[in-house]
């Protein structure tokens, strides 16, 4: 088997505006899918979060590997780290960090050729299935009115429910209930996750009490400020959310700051931030800067790495969940094929995907059923893209104009003057 072909598309799918601790989303969130047709004819598909930079490794990465076995995971693995320049995660909430983007969308292109060549899911090459069907959370947003970019499938998001909700504006813990109940109506998901860092802390502590006031202690709830308060700030908050955050994720910034938090507050820390590469791991456990590590394919590298940091979060005892990004369906499958063959991967895992429901690429978007995703039966990574949907999502990123996420641009766009600022609570 010989990889004869490599396609890379930029993709522009709409994204409403929602708030974080960088700033506010762009009215289209950028994505990069990658194609490896292989010399027999199949057709292996990865999706990455998309900018120029990234863009240019993985055409330089697709120049080197073509011709290759993709299953010589081993040997195009060292032809890519043979490429690569070090770079950093970066201080956003977004993980900056090309390469290993890179490596993660090849790698799973390649997973999903493997799997179609021989008959069989991308989780049995990993390994086997310990689970069936794939919880995922509520990822719920502060946001203004509007629901993203014009560019649809034909989704009238005039309609009620959820696709009407997620116009509305969600700027207070009232907002942020309405939101809950419309996404968990919709997607029956059975937890809850607040992106915060939007506001002054004591703002997001209230709606957490909302939350839980309006759903019951039976929903797991979370809190992710993006490590931008203070120490203070986030011991302040962590003892109001005692006995109610399921775990606090990455309430303040770096490893020893972390570990501070954790001393002071009796919640489980988690961490998509501090603790995101392999050289961080000694740290980890030296400072004991969290209970929790968020996995995501994407940031790590790939399926194979995935399952090497699940096996470290075995070894040391810390719990393991999975975060997300702005994505489409490929990323949905691959997410959901990885965290079917992890036996400790026991939280439900993180998924915008609501965000960008009715915009997808493939014949078939993959259902939520109670909140979760059964594990397709179909080969490979069991979807198929829709090449008509492709091409549409191509030339909306060539209209959109925009060709790297900056959310501090979009945030001066409604506060003029509006800077990004790593600590600011």
């Given at each position: 088997?010989?990889?004869?072909?490599?396609?890379?598309?930029?993709?522009?799918?709409?994204?409403?505006?929602?708030?974080?601790?960088?700033?506010?989303?762009?009215?289209?969130?950028?994505?990069?899918?990658?194609?490896?047709?292989?010399?027999?004819?199949?057709?292996?598909?990865?999706?990455?979060?998309?900018?120029?930079?990234?863009?240019?490794?993985?055409?330089?990465?697709?120049?080197?590997?073509?011709?290759?076995?993709?299953?010589?995971?081993?040997?195009?693995?060292?032809?890519?780290?043979?490429?690569?320049?070090?770079?950093?995660?970066?201080?956003?909430?977004?993980?900056?960090?090309?390469?290993?983007?890179?490596?993660?969308?090849?790698?799973?292109?390649?997973?999903?050729?493997?799997?179609?060549?021989?008959?069989?899911?991308?989780?049995?090459?990993?390994?086997?299935?310990?689970?069936?069907r794939v919880p995922f959370a509520a990822y719920l947003f502060y946001k203004h009115e509007g629901a993203g970019g014009e560019f649809g499938f034909g989704r009238d998001e005039s309609v009620s429910g959820w696709f009407g909700a997620r116009q509305e504006a969600a700027l207070d813990p009232e907002g942020i209930v309405a939101q809950a109940r419309a996404m968990i109506a919709h997607y029956?998901?059975?937890?809850?996750?607040?992106?915060?860092?939007?506001?002054?802390?004591?703002?997001?502590?209230?709606?957490?009490?909302?939350?839980?006031?309006?759903?019951?202690?039976?929903?797991?709830?979370?809190?992710?400020?993006?490590?931008?308060?203070?120490?203070?700030?986030?011991?302040?908050?962590?003892?109001?959310?005692?006995?109610?955050?399921?775990?606090?994720?990455?309430?303040?910034?770096?490893?020893?700051?972390?570990?501070?938090?954790?001393?002071?507050?009796?919640?489980?820390?988690?961490?998509?931030?501090?603790?995101?590469?392999?050289?961080?791991?000694?740290?980890?456990?030296?400072?004991?800067?969290?209970?929790?590590?968020?996995?995501?394919?994407?940031?790590?590298?790939?399926?194979?790495?995935?399952?090497?940091?699940?096996?470290?979060?075995?070894?040391?005892?810390?719990?393991?969940?999975?975060?997300?990004?702005?994505?489409?369906?490929?990323?949905?499958?691959?997410?959901?094929?990885?965290?079917?063959?992890?036996?400790?991967?026991?939280?439900?895992?993180?998924?915008?995907?609501?965000?960008?429901?009715?915009?997808?690429?493939?014949?078939?978007?993959?259902?939520?059923?109670?909140?979760?995703?059964?594990?397709?039966?179909?080969?490979?990574?069991?979807?198929?893209?829709?090449?008509?949907?492709?091409?549409?999502?191509?030339?909306?990123?060539?209209?959109?104009?925009?060709?790297?996420?900056?959310?501090?641009?979009?945030?001066?766009?409604?506060?003029?003057?509006?800077?990004?600022?790593?600590?600011?609570?």
């Amino acid at each position: 088997m010989r990889i004869s072909d490599i396609h890379i598309s930029p993709v522009a799918v709409p994204d409403p505006p929602l708030l974080n601790a960088a700033g506010l989303h762009a009215p289209y969130a950028l994505r990069l899918i990658i194609e490896i047709v292989s010399a027999d004819g199949l057709s292996g598909w990865g999706e990455i979060p998309g900018s120029e930079a990234t863009r240019a490794a993985l055409h330089l990465a697709a120049e080197r590997i073509i011709g290759m076995d993709p299953w010589q995971l081993n040997r195009i693995a060292a032809t890519l780290e043979s490429l690569a320049n070090p770079d950093e995660r970066g201080a956003t909430p977004w993980d900056q960090r090309t390469w290993v983007h890179v490596q993660s969308a090849i790698e799973v292109a390649c997973y999903d050729l493997m799997g179609k060549s021989v008959g069989r899911p991308v989780v049995d090459l990993l390994g086997g299935a310990v689970r069936e069907r794939v919880p995922f959370a509520a990822y719920l947003f502060y946001k203004h009115e509007g629901a993203g970019g014009e560019f649809g499938f034909g989704r009238d998001e005039s309609v009620s429910g959820w696709f009407g909700a997620r116009q509305e504006a969600a700027l207070d813990p009232e907002g942020i209930v309405a939101q809950a109940r419309a996404m968990i109506a919709h997607y029956g998901f059975k937890s809850i996750k607040l992106k915060g860092g939007a506001f002054e802390p004591q703002v997001e502590v209230e709606s957490i009490l909302a939350l839980r006031e309006a759903f019951g202690p039976d929903v797991p709830l979370r809190l992710d400020p993006n490590a931008i308060w203070r120490v203070d700030s986030a011991i302040q908050a962590g003892k109001q959310l005692e006995g109610v955050l399921e775990y606090y994720e990455d309430p303040v910034r770096g490893q020893a700051n972390m570990a501070t938090v954790a001393r002071a507050v009796d919640i489980p820390l988690a961490t998509n931030m501090c603790t995101t590469a392999f050289a961080d791991l000694p740290g980890s456990i030296a400072h004991q800067s969290e209970a929790i590590i968020l996995s995501d394919h994407h940031f790590w590298g790939g399926f194979r790495a995935s399952l090497d940091l699940a096996r470290f979060c075995a070894v040391f005892g810390r719990g393991m969940s999975m975060h997300s990004n702005s994505h489409l369906g490929i990323s949905l499958a691959a997410m959901a094929q990885l965290a079917a063959a992890v036996p400790n991967l026991t939280y439900d895992c993180d998924t915008h995907y609501p965000w960008q429901d009715g915009y997808d690429l493939l014949v078939e978007p993959l259902p939520f059923e109670d909140g979760a995703v059964g594990l397709p039966s179909a080969p490979g990574l069991g979807i198929e893209v829709d090449r008509d949907k492709l091409a549409a999502l191509r030339r909306n990123y060539l209209a959109c104009g925009l060709t790297e996420r900056d959310d501090e641009i979009e945030m001066q766009k409604v506060q003029p003057g509006w800077t990004f600022q790593s600590t600011r609570w």
